[in-house]
């Protein structure tokens, strides 16, 4: 992959419906290591479903199942936008 | 495995949201008992079940996402299968692993950590309907020689696959030698850190190794007794060595999740024909449009909030007229058959008020945990706390809060259990203390009374809302107020600490099954029933002799029971201290003989309805709805003034404020100091809730009486 000459992406500033690929988690607390665990690894693809009532907290999804974390928590986890895959979901 | 050993001891483990209970529950059927583990007051679910005559011992284990623990109930789960010792726990014989088979790739993290621990497993592949669904093929046979483990397709709540399970759990599972292996330099540190000889405890070490090598310096409260208990001075020279080497190359928590998705990923290619993600998320996206919706999503849960609070309070009515018609019954039964006297004193007015006071609660709560089963089985609990973590992070707490907190208005003690699931110490504890805020169904029957026998009866704002039901529902807009700032100021001062997180699973939503949300409620109505009821009852039977001794003569003779009864109790160690404290109770307006009936409530605020029964010179089988004891309140005049009324609207709402604030529940407190395991808490929260409730009954005494007076 590519480093792209841009600034750095993260969850948190991910539109909705739009799927990225997880870069790295950053942080080294107990918090970073759940969002590692519950499959935020470097590769894994993420989509940005929705937020709750005041823009907070969001939604994710990532391997088939629905994530939700706060805007702080999101900012923690660096990813890449894949530009075929925001096709794909702004089809559906 | 031992002969002599009956029966073989298994561990159901798995990722919460798997259908992991529903699979116990077909597994064991009725042949269920809860407990507790020791040292924490999580539920322990053990089953039992036969296979070809071996008895199989299943424990529940709470769902986990991982065994480096993140929170009380996940240490448990850790504990068990680490520390079976520690834990007072048999060593696990066997463990099964629950996967959600339409989640895979998540689900597997867990079930790979598991079957490196050198216990024989079993992979349970529940769940596969959802992923036919969603046209996923899982090749089982394949999944089975990759994992090195048998794997059982199981449906636990169509009874699938459980005989199968059954036997591949009596017919000795096999220990997994499939391993994800680390880069050679953790491998090393580990072979070197692991002086066990045998081979299980050695795998534990690897394990505690892992966990300590990935988690970092803020341990946060989890006390990792297992890590002590396995650490040798190798272990820890090792451990301190490996960590300098990560911490200096970066990344050190990521080497164990990097490490094993690679290798989850790599064997789900292998196994999954055709795994359509985005399908099998069209039902849940077309719900959650709706139920998290930030505009539909509230007024949905408006309304499950209206529905559930309707339920508790109003469908409760019959089966809580026919407890107290029951208990009167019986009151009046023993009264006929045992001579007036001591003994019958204390079997009608301590034994039985005391357990009826209880009981009579026992609808409500139920009501409470069956639509809050409901709703969790269906998976709306997630997406509740998920609306309301907005609101709740404001004050330093997170939407994981809210639960425990909605279970407070039918009682604390459900609720404060209910905090078990927060996993930073300091909020967890927030939560607890200020559960008893919210007003429970026992401050009702206070409400009701106090409500009919002080405030008029008048229609306000064009005649649409009734000034008593407006008092009423401002009683519990002040406790979550209240709630609020406590919280506000607990998270500032005692319990300082950041903003929880918030990472959550939005599980995919299923049909409740009502089978395992009638066994919950039952037993969580039952554990209401055991914590409240004993100590209730002690003190129901202490608050009896305080008001029984010492027994004054009648001075005149004609006078009537109802009016001995109040001498009586005038005369008793309870009255003596009553009139002892008036001069604390004055400047809210009350009388010596409130002060008592609030001294009395002290074990439960209920109580106090009957107290003032008895001590406004009547029998003590009054309740909120008997017109006569409204109506000797609203009689009732001061000793020293027979012109001044007591019961006057100032008077009225500074008694509501003090019960609406106040700790008059020694369940609760006890439940406190269950969950604690300390002291500590209960006191404090005794002694802020009391001068809270002191100071504010005082200055709405005061405000209500200058402007009333105006």
């Not at chain 2, 292996?181 to 795998?203: G, K, L, R």
């Not at chain 2, 089966?319 to 009608?348: H, K, N």
């Not at chain 2, 994981?400 to 905090?419: H, Q």
Request: charged share 15%; glycine share 6%.
């Amino acid at each position: 992959m590519k480093v792209s000459p841009m600034p750095p992406l993260y969850l948190s500033d991910l539109r909705r419906r739009t799927a990225a690929n997880v870069v790295a988690v950053h942080g080294a607390d107990g918090v970073s290591l759940r969002l590692l665990e519950m499959g935020l690894v470097p590769g894994t693809q993420v989509t940005r479903v929705g937020s709750g009532p005041m823009g907070d907290p969001l939604e994710f999804e990532l391997l088939g199942f629905s994530l939700s974390l706060r805007k702080t928590e999101a900012r923690r986890v660096e990813v890449q936008v894949q530009e075929v895959r925001e096709k794909d979901a702004s089809q559906s | 495995m031992n002969e002599n050993d009956k029966s073989l001891h298994v561990a159901l483990l798995g990722n919460p949201n798997t259908g992991k209970s529903s699979l116990f529950n077909a597994l064991v059927g009725g042949q269920q008992q809860v407990g507790n583990y020791p040292g924490a007051t999580i539920e322990k679910f053990v089953g039992r079940c036969k296979h070809e005559g071996r008895e199989l011992a299943i424990v529940d284990l709470p769902g986990l996402y991982s065994l480096n623990p993140a929170s009380p109930d996940e240490q448990v789960a850790v504990d068990v299968l680490l520390t079976p010792n520690a834990a007072d726990m048999q060593g696990m014989d066997v463990v099964v692993c629950v996967l959600d088979a339409s989640n895979l790739v998540r689900n597997l993290y867990l079930t790979t950590q598991v079957l490196e621990l050198g216990i024989p497993a079993i992979v349970a592949l529940n769940m596969m309907d959802v992923a036919t669904q969603a046209e996923t093929t899982i090749d089982v046979k394949q999944l089975s020689s990759a994992l090195g483990v048998p794997v059982v397709v199981t449906h636990g709540s169509r009874q699938q696959g459980i005989g199968e399970l059954r036997s591949a759990i009596a017919s000795a599972a096999v220990v997994a030698t499939t391993k994800v292996t680390f880069s050679e330099s953790i491998e090393a540190a580990i072979a070197a850190a692991t002086t066990a000889t045998f081979d299980q405890e050695a795998a534990c070490q690897r394990r505690c190794f892992l966990n300590e090598l990935t988690l970092s310096t803020d341990n946060e409260s989890l006390e990792n007794e297992q890590a002590k208990a396995n650490q040798t001075t190798e272990f820890s020279a090792e451990l301190d060595l490996c960590k300098q080497q990560f911490d200096a190359a970066g990344d050190r928590i990521s080497i164990e999740p990097i490490a094993r998705y690679a290798w989850i990923n790599q064997v789900v290619s292998s196994v999954v024909v055709r795994a359509d993600t985005e399908r099998s998320l069209v039902r849940r996206r077309w719900l959650d449009r709706v139920l998290i919706h930030p505009f539909s999503g509230s007024l949905v849960f408006l309304a499950m909030l209206t529905l559930l609070f309707q339920a508790v309070f109003s469908w409760s009515g019959p089966a809580m007229d026919l407890i107290s018609m029951l208990f009167q019954w019986l009151g009046s039964g023993v009264e006929s058959l045992i001579t007036q006297g001591m003994l019958r004193s204390l079997i009608v007015d301590g034994l039985i008020a005391g357990i009826g006071g209880v009981v009579i609660f026992l609808p409500q709560i139920l009501i409470l945990f069956f639509f809050i089963g409901l709703m969790e089985d269906f998976g709306y609990m997630a997406r509740a706390a998920y609306l309301m973590d907005n609101i709740m992070s404001k004050v330093g707490l997170s939407g994981k809060s809210f639960i425990p907190l909605l279970s407070s208005f039918a009682c604390a003690i459900p609720g404060i259990m209910a905090a078990r699931s927060i996993k930073n110490r300091n909020d967890r504890l927030a939560t607890m203390l200020i559960a008893p805020l919210m007003s429970c169904s026992a401050r009702l029957p206070v409400y009701i009374l106090i409500t009919a026998a002080c405030i008029p009866e008048r229609q306000i704002l064009g005649g649409w809302v009734s000034q008593q039901a407006l008092v009423l529902l401002s009683m519990y807009l002040l406790g979550i107020v209240v709630a609020i700032c406590v919280a506000w100021i607990l998270k500032k001062t005692m319990l300082k600490g950041k903003t929880p997180v918030f990472v959550m699973e939005l599980p995919s939503f299923k049909m409740p099954s009502i089978s395992i949300v009638s066994r919950k409620m039952f037993q969580q109505g039952m554990d209401f029933v055991k914590q409240a009821g004993t100590l209730i009852l002690a003190c129901t039977v202490l608050i009896w002799a305080l008001a029984y001794f010492p027994r004054s003569e009648p001075a005149v003779e004609q006078l009537s029971a109802t009016q001995t009864s109040g001498i009586q109790l005038r005369n008793s160690y309870l009255g003596r201290a009553g009139q002892a404290i008036e001069p604390v109770v004055r400047p809210l307006g009350w009388d010596w003989k409130i002060g008592i009936a609030v001294l009395a409530s002290f074990p439960a605020r209920e109580v106090v309805v009957g107290t003032m029964g008895v001590i406004y010179n009547l029998g003590d089988e009054e309740d909120e709805a008997s017109a006569g004891l409204k109506d000797h309140l609203k009689n009732a005049t001061w000793d020293d003034d027979p012109s001044k009324p007591v019961f006057t609207v100032p008077v009225g709402l500074s008694i509501m404020v003090f019960f609406a604030l106040c700790a008059q529940c020694v369940s609760t407190l006890a439940v406190l100091k269950k969950e604690t395991q300390s002291w500590r808490w209960p006191l404090f929260t005794f002694v802020y809730m009391t001068v809270l409730a002191y100071v504010a009954a005082w200055v709405t005494f005061v405000v209500a009486s200058n402007c009333l007076s105006v």
